[in-house]
């Protein structure tokens, strides 16, 4: 029986009506599910606008878009380096003069397994920089145009949000004395999430229902997430497992997303993502989420300290 009420294979791109006249911002698309997320969005007729933060990567990826598919596509690229506020604002103040209308805001990029610590230039560890605090700006910059394009925004979590300390670090947000690459980046993906929940709680406290916000996980996908950061170790253990079955196709990991991005009538208050063993792969509905990503206390706690380390000024 299937395990999803998409049936048993889940839900795919086939559901994704017709997108032509919509707009979707997506982050972090030079490779792995971003690019792929893209990729099928503009397949089916979609505009995407690009935010990375490598513009030679980005004229490469954009080329090999135009040359994988057969057609023309309606794509480009602002530069935004999600590792730096200034970087942050700079390509939101682009997005709201050139882009007129965001369907949805998919926030996917993120750095992983960053081996000692880092600091951005804004003085925050970098997991935790470029994932939350980065996109948290983002998506308070891009708020207004998302709320009059009544769109949605989409978080890309993990299962790496039930691993590690399953909580925010408030007395080191930095991890100065105790840094551990794998729980950094788990703390990272549940600030996101915990992000993504309380946002939705506060847009209903203010009677605000135009805009819907959602969080999804690729599962394990074979992308570039390790091979560009992670120490060697790690880099060659997740080589070995992305030759197994135990690792989906990138394609795969970007359907999640693309899920939240387009599919009507989706519950906000889950979780979605491959529903197979451990959540890796599978039929793509909805995943368990357990109970500290919606610890209430620590959700409004993490909230005002994002607000006050990034300066976003949140119109709700
Ligand atoms: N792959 C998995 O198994 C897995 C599992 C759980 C969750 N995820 C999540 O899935 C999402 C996509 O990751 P992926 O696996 O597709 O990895 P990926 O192939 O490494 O793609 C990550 C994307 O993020 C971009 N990026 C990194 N740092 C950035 C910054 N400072 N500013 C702007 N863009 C930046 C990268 O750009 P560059 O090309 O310039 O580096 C790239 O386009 C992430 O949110 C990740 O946490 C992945």
């Known amino acids: 029986m299937s395990n999803t009420k998409y049936g048993d294979k889940g839900w795919t ?15 972090g698309t030079t490779s792995g599910t971003g690019y792929e997320t893209a990729k099928i969005l503009l397949a089916k007729g ?25 057609g023309k596509i309606d794509a480009s ?19 709201l003069e050139e882009v007129p209308q965001i369907d949805a805001l998919v ?49 890309v979590g993990s299962m790496g949000y039930n691993l590690g300390i399953k909580t925010i670090q408030f007395d080191d947000m930095n991890w100065d004395n105790n840094y551990n690459p794998n729980s950094v980046y788990s703390q990272s993906k549940l600030a996101q999430m915990m992000s993504v929940y ?9 009677g605000k229902s135009a805009v819907k916000v959602y969080a ?12 560009t950061n992670g120490s060697l170790l790690m880099r060659f253990i997740w080589q070995l497992m992305k030759l197994t ?18 599919e009507p009538h989706l519950d906000q208050s889950k979780f979605y993502g491959p529903t197979g ?27 005002d300290l994002s607000v006050e380390q990034t300066s976003a000024k949140w119109n709700i």
């Open 277 to 303: 063993r451990n959540y890796w792969t599978g039929p793509v509905g909805e995943c368990k989420l357990e109970p500290h990503a919606k610890d209430k206390a620590v959700m409004q706690r993490l909230w």
């Open 198 to 206: 309380e946002l939705q709680d506060r847009l209903s406290e203010a």
């Open 107 to 155: 926030c996917n990029a993120a750095i992983a397994q960053v081996p000692r610590q880092v600091m951005t230039v804004d003085g925050f560890e970098s997991q935790l920089g470029v994932n939350h605090y980065g996109n948290f700006l983002l998506q308070a910059l891009l708020f207004p145009r998302i709320e009059e394009s009544k769109g949605r925004i989409v978080t």
């Open 13 to 27: 791109p086939d559901r994704i009506q017709d997108v032509s006249g919509k707009t979707y911002v997506i982050t």
């Open 216 to 227: 999804c996980h690729p599962g394990a996908s074979r992308t570039a997430l390790i091979k």
């Open 46 to 70: 979609a505009k995407v606008v690009m935010l990375n933060r490598n513009p030679q990567k980005a004229e490469a990826t954009l080329a090999t878009l135009k040359q994988e598919i057969d």
């Open 77 to 95: 690229n602002i530069v935004m380096d999600l590792s730096a506020l200034s970087s942050v604002r700079n390509a939101a103040a682009q997005v």
């Open 245 to 262: 079955p135990l690792v989906q196709s990138a394609e795969k990991g970007a359907y999640p997303a693309l899920m939240c991005a387009t």
